[in-house]
């Protein structure tokens, strides 16, 4: 943590909440990045980065100095995420289940470019959607964050055999569902072009 | 064919030695079930990784003060019904108490005794009040439009006072963030 940043979470905690702005500026696209892989879409991101930063606000005297506040406040936004995510789960069916239509801007100045990163990141969240909420969090720390193990363990309340055991699983599942999308895009492609039956 | 431990191997990212990279080697070679796998497992890797951080839209840290403002009216407006509720509860605990020590000290009877002789008291002193009124306006009836006019300021005065406490106690407990954007 650096000095500035020290001073800006010491300042905060006097009631500056002009300081803990600047952290908020700071930390917000990893905090929203973060809550757009585990909800998968901006509105709800959005939602979910402000309410961690609000409880990072307010429990603010519970932050210990010698941990990372990058990793604190990564933590606190996974743990509403899953906590959302299991809600989310008992009360409505996810709007995930239904895979989106992907429009290219044709304004933009690449619509075919723009067309195909929406593809990929229409792929990796249908690839993300089959993971339960905590596997997902260690799957967006790990790869998105690049964080290590024992980071993922502080920031997940788990133990370092756990990560592992549910990154292994995670990854199994991530490329099996990939080549499950795959065999399925290979058989809708060779279908018109089969011959009749008769 | 079995697939273990190669399937570990693939998926585990630890670091393998080399006679272990070999064995998996000659194992991709030869199983077309953990090729495919491995190769997925890197296009998924790779998906990933070339998948770029978001950014919230602009405006982010505003937009979190005005949800800071919003959220601390609301906690404030939660301490004011504790406050208050606190309050009630604890007059109501000690008039309880107060009612249930008056009830063991003292015997039934003789409470609907005095009850009974207080009421008849009460309604001896309006009687009176009342014949003294009766005799001021027999006496001087010029008396009776300014006594109605004192009746009719005082009563008005009242409900003035009682529709004041009541707007000041709505407006004390309404959700203050009119007038706040949020996003």
Not at chain 1, 101 to 107: C, G, L, P, Q
Not at chain 2, 32 to 43: F, G, V
Not at chain 2, 63 to 72: E, F, I
Request: glycine share 2%; proline share 4%; aromatic share 12%.
């Amino acid at each position: 943590m650096s000095e500035q940043e020290a001073l800006w979470i010491d300042r905060a905690l006097h009631g500056d909440d002009t300081t803990f702005g600047y952290l908020v500026d700071k930390y917000q696209k990893p905090i929203f990045s973060l809550c757009y892989r585990m909800l998968g879409n901006r509105n709800d991101a959005e939602d979910a980065a402000q309410e961690s930063f609000i409880r990072a606000y307010r429990y603010l005297k519970k932050y210990d100095p010698n941990r990372s506040f990058a990793t604190w406040l990564l933590s606190i936004a996974a743990h509403y995420c899953i906590d959302r995510m299991r809600k989310r789960r008992l009360s409505t069916v996810s709007t995930d289940a239904i895979p989106a239509e992907i429009i290219a801007d044709r304004n933009a100045p690449n619509p075919e470019r723009e067309y195909r990163e929406q593809e990929k990141e229409a792929l990796i969240k249908h690839l993300m959607n089959n993971l339960k909420p905590i596997d997902r969090a260690t799957v967006i720390l790990r790869y998105w964050h690049e964080y290590s193990e024992v980071e993922i363990a502080e920031a997940l309340n788990l133990t370092v055999s756990a990560v592992k055991s549910r990154l292994y699983r995670s990854r199994q599942a991530l490329a099996n569902s990939w080549m499950a999308s795959e065999t399925a895009t290979t058989l809708s492609e060779r279908r018109p072009h089969e011959s009749p039956a008769f | 064919m079995s697939h273990q431990p190669f399937e570990t191997w693939l998926l585990s990212e630890e670091q393998l030695e080399t006679e272990q990279q070999k064995m998996l080697q000659s194992h991709l070679d030869e199983c077309d079930n953990c090729t495919a796998l491995s190769d997925a497992w890197q296009q998924v890797h790779n998906a990933i990784t070339a998948s770029p951080e978001l950014t919230p839209a602009p405006g982010f840290a505003r937009r979190w003060h005005a949800h800071l403002s919003v959220y601390r009216q609301e906690r404030q407006q939660r301490k004011m019904w504790f406050l208050t509720l606190g309050l009630f509860a604890a007059a109501g605990a000690i008039f309880l108490t107060l009612a249930l020590l008056n009830l063991l000290s003292t015997s039934w009877t003789y409470e609907i005794s005095q009850f009974i002789a207080n009421f008849s008291l009460f309604a001896a002193r309006i009687n009176q009040c009342w014949n003294v009124i009766e005799s001021l306006t027999d006496a001087f009836p010029v008396l009776i439009p300014i006594m109605a006019f004192f009746s009719v300021g005082i009563l008005s005065a009242l409900s003035a006072l009682v529709v004041t406490w009541f707007s000041s106690l709505i407006k004390l407990y309404r959700p203050a963030n009119e007038g706040v954007v949020v996003r």
